[in-house]
């Protein structure tokens, strides 16, 4: 069983920058991806940034292109998420998830993730 373990998250003022951080621990962690979601009340829960474990490839959602970076460290099985010019619309409990089974072109799909966090609330003010 693998644990991830969202920090990082609170309240912000639009235009500022947070850093979320999701750990993993458990078995042996063998991940083939790493990504971020988020779900805002009333809404589906969204793709937001993912990372391959090993070649470290970053995939994005466009509506946070040029603002957000995803990095990770394998050493520390630690995956991060840079969040800078943050805005209202990206207020939301922010998900880390763990992908241990399955090779994606986007890893942008919530089903592509076996193991997920419990979540941090990001919330941006105007």
């Known amino acids: 069983q693998v644990r991830l373990v969202e920090s990082g998250g609170g309240l912000v003022q639009a235009g500022g920058s947070l850093r979320l951080c999701c750990v993993a621990?458990?078995?042996?962690?063998?991940?083939?991806?790493m990504g971020w979601f988020r779900q805002a009340p009333g809404k589906e829960r969204e793709f937001v940034a993912a990372i391959t474990w090993s070649s470290g490839d970053a995939f994005y959602v466009d509506s946070v292109k040029g603002r957000f970076t995803i990095s990770r460290d394998n050493a520390q099985n630690t995956v991060y998420l840079q969040m800078n010019s943050l805005k209202p619309e990206d207020t939301a409990v922010y998900y880390c998830a763990a992908d241990t089974l399955y090779y994606s072109a986007t890893y942008s799909r919530p089903y592509e993730y076996d193991y997920w966090g419990q979540g941090t609330q990001v919330t941006v003010s105007s």
């Open positions: 621990s458990g078995r042996t962690f063998n991940s083939i991806a």
